[in-house]
């Protein structure tokens, strides 16, 4: 059975950082591609930031344009981390896992990062 299980979400205050892991199991992680999804309250889900199995990377345009997250993976320890620095309110949402290849997509269950002024 594939799980993803995010974790490192919480409550920081503007200007902080957090690190978020997703932890994969069931599935060969190294053929995957992983991401990283947010939805705050009251809009859609959105891309954060995508890393291949190589450690191809791509980012929303709203990451590019600042440089405050990091996407990165250790296919070792079948996990995937997202290193959010320099917080801003609007960064508060349920940040997603998602794994996907040609056949198959599977998303977490989400952690809180709740950003205060």
């Known amino acids: 059975q594939v799980q993803l299980v995010e974790s490192g979400g919480g409550s920081v205050q503007a200007g902080g950082s957090l690190r978020l892991s997703c932890a994969a199991s069931?599935?060969?992680?190294?053929?995957?591609?992983i991401g990283w999804y947010r939805q705050a309250p009251g809009k859609q889900r959105e891309l954060v930031a995508t890393i291949g199995s190589g450690g191809s990377t791509n980012y929303a345009d709203f990451v590019k344009v600042v440089g405050r997250f990091t996407i990165s993976r250790d296919n070792a320890k079948n996990t995937v981390y997202l290193q959010m620095n320099s917080l801003k309110p609007e960064d508060t949402a349920v940040y997603y896992c998602?794994?996907?290849?040609?056949?198959?997509?599977?998303w977490g269950q989400g952690t809180q990062v709740t950003v205060s002024s």
């Open positions: 998602n794994a996907q290849n040609l056949y198959n997509v599977y």
């Open positions: 069931g599935m060969t992680f190294s053929r995957y591609v």
